[in-house]
């Protein structure tokens, strides 16, 4: 199964104050150039009905809440971190083997549990459901179904607080009918190419001849999509690499945009980093600079490589980053931070779904 918290950055806001409950609540990601510059990061489903999704500028989502007693709120990652790995590790005591593939979801394995029967896995789903709801106060949605591809696309048949369950004699009628950008894996771009091939359902996918997809898409996409088309999939659900970021932040001297005063201290919270990533044996692929302001509101920067684990290499794109910062703003910097994400084992061979993508 595939279990996804909904909403979850805005629903996490929820939590912590019950009384934006009835009101379109939108998170967002300001990149500080001006005040409403930035892209909306996730919206409650009510902020939703008035068409506002992740990605958005904020702008637009204000224009689209005209006169609406709405409220907009910055992103707090430290906050649902720790709401996220609560529930995760709830999640791990209710599977066989257990996957967390992003902060708000995890595959887990049930069919040893529940001796592959889809009545037990579904009452293991409603006390998952349960126990999430009553610890954390957080709805989530479900999907059972015989491979990880299948229970992804269930998981977001009904949404929010949906639990969907596809047995096998079914994957075919439950997938033909959904738009092709369900698969995970289909973003903008390929659903504008399969549109370009008369493809806009998984149905239509499915019917597409194998090495003309191959040829679009690479053997490994092409292959992955016709299989998915199909409901087949044979990844396992294995735990990834521990953490899924890591990340240091540390109090300047002084308030300062003197970037040689921020590296001085961002260097040395790269060396830490770096001695983290090696004791785990991992490589990062996405560096991001945070930088907290007098008024401790956050602002960062990312930049994404190919993976690596070089201490310069992070070094000189922290600098960048921050470089990049000081020209847009005209703020004084409090405390530096780095994080990087994107990680993945040194030298592993990736061929994890996922990892086609992220
Ligand atoms: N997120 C983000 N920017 C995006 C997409 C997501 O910052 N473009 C963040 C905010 C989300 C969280 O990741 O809350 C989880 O992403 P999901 O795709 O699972 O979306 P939600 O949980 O927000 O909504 P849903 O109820 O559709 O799962
Ligand atoms: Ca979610
Ligand atoms: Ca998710």
């Known amino acids: 199964m595939l279990v996804d918290l909904d909403y979850f950055f805005a629903q996490a806001e929820e939590t912590r104050n019950p009384s934006i409950r009835d009101k379109p609540v939108v998170v967002c990601v300001y990149s500080g150039r001006s005040e409403d510059s930035g892209a909306v990061s996730t919206a409650n489903y009510i902020a939703r009905k008035f068409g506002v999704k992740s990605g958005m500028p904020i702008a637009l989502a204000k224009s689209k809440l005209q006169n609406v007693d709405a409220v907009f709120l910055p992103v707090d ?6 709401i996220s790995s609560g529930v995760m590790s ?6 066989d083997s257990f996957e967390q593939a992003g902060i708000d979801e995890a595959y887990l394995e ?6 592959e029967s889809y009545e037990e896995a579904t009452e293991l789903a409603k006390r998952i459901k349960n126990e999430i709801l009553t610890n954390h106060s957080l709805t989530c949605s479900i999907g059972i179904g015989p491979n990880k591809v299948i229970a992804k696309v269930a998981s977001d048949a009904h949404k929010p607080d949906g639990l969907t369950v596809i047995e096998p004699g079914r994957v075919l009628e439950f997938l033909s009918p959904l738009p092709v950008d369900r698969l995970i894996g289909v973003g903008l771009k390929t659903t504008q190419k399969m ?3 008369g493809v806009t359902t ?11 997809l191959v040829k679009i898409f690479g053997k490994k996409l092409g292959l992955y999509f016709h299989n998915a088309a199909a409901g087949i999939d044979g990844e396992p659900v294995q735990e990834r690499a521990g953490a899924t970021s890591i990340s240091r932040i540390s109090t ?12 001085e201290n961002t260097d040395r919270l790269c060396e830490e980093i770096k001695a983290e990533l090696d004791q785990n044996g991992l490589v990062f692929r996405t560096v991001t600079a945070i930088a907290i302001m007098k008024d401790l509101s956050v602002r960062s920067r990312s930049k994404s490589l190919d993976n690596t684990n ?7 794109t922290v600098k960048e980053l921050f470089e990049r910062y000081l020209a847009e703003s005209t703020l004084e910097i409090r405390r530096a931070g780095v994080k990087v ?13 996922s990892s086609f993508f992220e």
């Open 90 to 95: 709830i999640l791990k005591r209710y599977a």
């Open 202 to 212: 998984i149905g239509d996918l499915a019917k597409l001849d194998v090495q003309r």
């Open 77 to 82: 990652d430290t906050y649902y971190e720790k």
């Open 341 to 353: 994400s994107g990680l993945s084992k040194v030298g592993k061979n990736q061929k994890e779904l």
């Open 110 to 115: 049930v069919s040893q549990r529940t001796k």
């Open 195 to 197: 549109r370009a091939l």
């Open 310 to 316: 070089r201490l310069e290499v992070l070094q000189e």
């Open 252 to 263: 300047l001297k002084e308030d300062t945009r003197k970037l040689i005063l921020i590296t």
